[in-house]
């Protein structure tokens, strides 16, 4: 039905940049909602940004003025630039998209994550 696909974890110094991003492919009529969430072991499961089919957007209050989400409604990608990365940063990241399906059902899809280390 519809796969994501994420790319550019990896490791960083703090204060260093990575650029996730995640790509959606399958029978999608229309992408709702795009976002991230991020999950370190021991840590409840954070919701990071998300975009709106719109443009709006949302962060979490921990990453407000670092990331920055955006979408590619064309080519239904998103991506999440993070900036000045610190190590509480460390998660899994996973892209989700909201869809609708050819049978007007609206579902929810995840990626597989993408491990994002910050240390020094």
């Known amino acids: 039905q519809v796969q994501l696909v994420e790319s550019g974890g990896g490791l960083v110094q703090p204060g260093g940049s990575l650029r996730l991003s995640c790509a959606a492919s399958g029978t999608i009529v229309r992408i709702n909602i795009m976002g991230w969430y991020r999950q370190d072991p021991g840590k409840e499961r954070e919701l990071v940004a998300t975009?709106?089919?719109?443009?709006?957007?949302n962060y979490a209050d921990s990453v407000k003025g670092r990331f920055t989400i955006s979408r590619d409604s064309a080519k239904n990608t998103v991506t999440l630039q993070m900036n000045s990365l610190t190590p509480e940063d460390t998660a899994v990241y996973y892209c989700?998209?909201?869809?609708?399906?050819?049978?007007?059902?609206?579902?929810?899809?995840w990626g597989q994550g993408t491990q994002v280390t910050v240390s020094s």
């Open positions: 975009i709106f089919s719109g443009g709006n957007t």
């Open positions: 989700y998209a909201n869809v609708r399906l050819p049978n007007t059902v609206t579902r929810t899809y």
